[in-house]
């Protein structure tokens, strides 16, 4: 119930569909003739996309959860395995053209072959399932061994986990596939801005990670972003949202332990 939930509430909290919401109020209170708090609305929304327009402010939300984990970590010798989060390919895209579409956040795949051939006898674990709920079918690791294939026969040595929805059940599936032993060292290799809430989650399941944090959006010290955009603007702060919104629910359903998980 909690992953339908989410993705239900998404879906009206993003911001670009909170503008539109506002925008058919104030249409719906001019045609009833309210026209005094239609044209508030209309005016508070003009300032707050002005607002989003000329203040990177979902840039600097990214930019603070990008930095959290060190990037490049130093790594011990003795590695024992590898855990890929999935959000890499376009599952439903990718079954109507039969063919493999990357969405995006390509590292975590790029960068999880290369520390899997530095470290030839970790154990590697890609887990992503079906995140969309209009299309319970369409599982990302069902294509992902076609993408893994093309970096050197990866895909043989692979283990790929096709169930988990979101953050918390991939960690919960690839802690059954794997079985870590406490003295074990493994890599966790997920995007950078998602890296806080995906280690607070394997924290909550007794299962300590090397965080490797990738596809990063920006320099360390970026704090401009991009021009004067309302579109570009309105992007960062909605993947800014997701992850906050997803930090606080986490936090309070129990999943991780602290609402900002930390180095």
């Known amino acids: 119930m909690f992953?339908?939930?989410?993705?239900?509430?998404?879906?009206i909290v993003q911001p670009a569909n909170?503008?539109?919401?506002?925008?058919?109020?104030?249409?719906g209170l001019s045609f009833c003739g309210i026209n005094r708090w239609a044209l508030r609305l209309t005016r508070i929304t003009a300032f707050i996309g002005l607002l989003i327009a000329l203040v990177p402010i979902g840039h600097f939300i990214t930019m603070n959860l990008e930095n959290r984990f060190p990037e490049r970590p130093e790594l011990p010798d003795k590695i024992h395995g590898l855990i890929i989060l999935g959000g890499v390919i376009n599952p439903k895209?990718?079954?109507?053209?039969?063919?493999?579409?990357?969405g995006g956040a390509v590292e975590r795949i790029i960068i999880g072959a290369e520390l899997a051939n530095k470290f030839p006898e970790a154990k590697v674990i890609f887990t992503g399932g079906?995140?969309?709920?209009f299309n319970p079918e369409a599982r990302e690791a069902h294509h992902a061994?076609?993408?893994?294939?093309?970096?050197?026969?990866?895909?043989?040595?692979?283990i790929f986990e096709d169930k988990a929805r979101n953050t918390y059940e991939n960690a919960q599936y690839a802690r059954l596939i794997a079985s870590p032993k406490r003295d074990e060292n493994w890599i966790l290799v997920?995007?950078?801005?998602?890296?806080?809430?995906?280690?607070?989650?394997?924290?909550?399941?007794?299962?300590?990670?090397?965080?490797?944090?990738?596809d990063f959006s920006g320099g360390p010290d970026d704090k401009l972003g991009s021009p004067f955009s309302l579109l570009i603007g309105l992007g960062q702060l909605s993947a800014a949202m997701h992850?906050?919104?997803?930090?606080?629910?986490?936090?309070?359903?129990?999943?991780?332990?602290?609402?900002?998980?930390?180095?």
């Open 93 to 102: 895209t990718s079954n109507s053209r039969e063919s493999i579409q990357i």
């Open 130 to 133: 079906a995140g969309d709920i």
């Open 190 to 214: 997920t995007s950078a801005f998602h890296m806080p809430r995906a280690m607070g989650v394997f924290r909550k399941l007794n299962w300590e990670m090397i965080p490797f944090p990738v």
């Open 3 to 11: 992953f339908e939930l989410s993705k239900l509430l998404w879906y």
């Open 243 to 263: 992850e906050l919104i997803g930090l606080i629910a986490y936090y309070l359903s129990g999943r991780t332990d602290t609402i900002y998980p930390a180095p």
């Open 145 to 158: 061994p076609s993408l893994f294939k093309k970096l050197g026969g990866m895909d043989r040595r692979v």
């Open 18 to 27: 909170i503008f539109l919401i506002i925008l058919l109020i104030a249409g």
